[in-house]
């Protein structure tokens, strides 16, 4: 009895470790991005707040690192109106390496390499609205995630003021990691241009700066 109870045992614990490794070795499904929503965009329509709707983006994705944030049509009170053409936000997520959805392989198998993809989530005038996953998008050159911002559009635009930027006009925002670290980078077209550290209290020039949202 005591024998059965053994090999029964080891026979059960056999599975386990086979399904944890079939589990393991399966890549995990992906899902197609769900209608537009209003649900987590903060303002919206007419005075959206990019930095508050982050967390809301960062729902809509199964990317868990932050890698940019490009605002279009920011007003001097930091607020995008999203009925006005061409006024949108992109928020880019990728995942560590490895982790996340990755591109589809025979079940029970080993991926070739590791993969970190991308998912981008966009907020427009129908609302907010992930694009398809990138499984296969690669960790090539993939730096350490931002952090949430610790000041927002509002703060930027004071600093754009201070630099004698009109207040009647609408600037492109981006935050981004650059060589210094998390930055925002202003830009009205044909106007003021900077780049602030991503505390808003310091500006960044020359090989400091450098850096985009992916």
Same mark, same amino acid.
């Given at each position: ?5 053994? &090999? ?9 470790? $086979?399904?944890? *490794? +079939? ?5 995990? %499904?992906?899902? =197609?991005?769900?209608? !537009?929503?209003?649900? #987590?965009?903060?303002?919206? =329509?007419?005075?959206?707040?990019? %930095?508050?709707?982050?967390? @809301? *983006? ?12 490009? &605002?279009? @049509?920011?007003?001097?009170? @930091?607020?995008?109106?999203?009925? *006005? ?12 390496? @490895?982790? #996340?959805?990755?591109?589809? +392989?025979? !079940? ?5 390499? $590791? ?9 427009? /005038? ?20 931002? !952090?949430? !911002? ?17 207040? /009647?006009? &609408? ?5 981004? +990691? ?31 700066? %450098?850096?985009?949202?992916?």
């Amino acid at each position: 009895m005591m024998g059965l109870v053994i &090999v029964g045992t080891a026979f059960l614990a056999g599975l386990c470790i $086979s399904w944890w *490794a +079939r589990s393991i070795a399966t890549p995990a %499904v992906l899902e =197609p991005p769900a209608p !537009p929503t209003t649900v #987590g965009i903060a303002g919206f =329509p007419r005075a959206v707040d990019a %930095v508050a709707t982050l967390a @809301g *983006a960062q729902a809509l994705t199964k990317r868990t690192e932050l890698r940019g944030i490009s &605002v279009w @049509g920011v007003r001097s009170d @930091g607020m995008v109106d999203m009925t *006005a053409p061409g006024h949108r936000i992109r928020y880019a997520f990728s995942s560590a390496r @490895g982790e #996340g959805p990755q591109p589809p +392989r025979a !079940p029970g198998t080993l991926p070739i390499r $590791s993969f970190c993809g991308r998912q981008n989530v966009h907020v427009r /005038d129908e609302g907010m609205q992930a694009d398809p996953d990138q499984p296969a998008a690669s960790c090539t050159g993939q730096r350490e995630p931002l !952090p949430n !911002p610790r000041c927002g559009t509002k703060e930027v635009w004071q600093a754009a003021i201070h630099r004698g930027a009109p207040a /009647d006009r &609408v600037a492109t925002l981006e935050y981004f +990691r650059a060589a210094a670290g998390p930055a925002w980078r202003f830009d009205i077209p044909g106007g003021t241009h900077f780049t602030l550290y991503g505390d808003c209290e310091r500006e960044l020039t020359g090989s400091d700066a %450098v850096g985009s949202v992916p």
